[in-house]
T-cell receptor, first 115, second 115 residues
Framework: AQKVTQAQTEISVVEKEDVTLDCVYE???????LFWYKQPPSGELVFLIR??????QNEISGRYSWNFQKSTSSFNFTITASQVVDSAVYFC????????????FGKGTRLHILP | GAVVSQHPSWVICKSGTSVKIECRSL??????MFWYRQFPKQSLMLMAT?????????EQGVEKDKFLINHASLTLSTLTVTSAHPEDSSFYIC???????????FGSGTRLTVV
């Protein structure tokens, strides 16, 4: 069974602050994929990143960065110098290679960036 | 990039009627499509996985006779909510994959309101 835990239900920070969204996952597979998606109020899912289990290199994309730690089964997401437009619900998700590619989502973290 | 078109984006229907939602992959062949449901302020819950030309695989607790899924071609999957009731009101979103390891593309979602 696979499971994704996003312990932070809701976070509020003031604009320009850095914020980290936590994600812890459980899987018995050695091959799996991890994702982060952003869901703004309009509802559509915006793909942010996909990571396979064999690639533990951290990634940076502009103000976004991701820290993948297999030892702690975590895949945390940091937004640097947050902006109001970053306000959204962020989902961490997991797909196991042997599970027909289906993605299982965490409960999401609602992020409020205050002006 | 890969695009998935989902229609309608919103629909209001009377209790007892059926509603069909379409999910099309526009520029790639989707061997597998997924259907998710999202209640307000909750996560995306996988309802079913469909592979082209075969019966859909439903997640536990999802009524297959109520949520009919058809994946007749490599570019089209449909979800029909039969005899809809107010408790079926939700945000439905599809996702398409062109094969293991190639990633996923989500549709923009359909907001269903049953009155």
């Amino acid at each position: 069974a696979q499971k994704v835990t996003q312990a932070q239900t809701e976070i509020s920070v003031v604009e320009k602050e850095d914020v980290t969204l936590d994600c812890v996952y459980e899987t018995r597979d050695t091959t799996y994929y991890l994702f982060w998606y952003k869901q703004p109020p309009s509802g559509e899912l915006v793909f942010l990143i996909r990571r396979n289990s064999f690639d533990e290199q951290n990634e940076i994309s502009g103000r976004y960065s991701w820290n993948f730690q297999k030892s702690t089964s975590s895949f945390n997401f940091t937004i640097t110098a947050s902006q109001v437009v970053d306000s959204a619900v962020y989902f961490c998700a997991l797909s196991e290679a042997g599970e027909d590619d289906k993605i299982i989502f965490g409960k999401g973290t609602r992020l409020h960036i205050l002006p | 990039g890969a695009v998935v078109s989902q229609h309608p984006s919103w629909v209001i229907c009377k209790s007892g009627t059926s509603v069909k939602i379409e999910c099309r992959s526009l520029d790639f062949q989707a061997t597998t499509m997924f259907w998710y449901r999202q209640f307000p302020k909750q996560s995306l819950m996988l309802m079913a996985t469909s592979n082209e030309g075969s019966k859909a695989t439903y997640e536990q607790g999802v009524e297959k006779d109520k949520f009919l899924i058809n994946h007749a071609s490599l570019t089209l999957s449909t979800l029909t909510v039969t005899s809809a009731h107010p408790e079926d009101s939700s945000f439905y979103i599809c996702s398409a994959s062109s094969g293991r390891g190639y990633g996923y593309t989500f549709g923009s979602g359909t907001r269903l309101t049953v009155v």
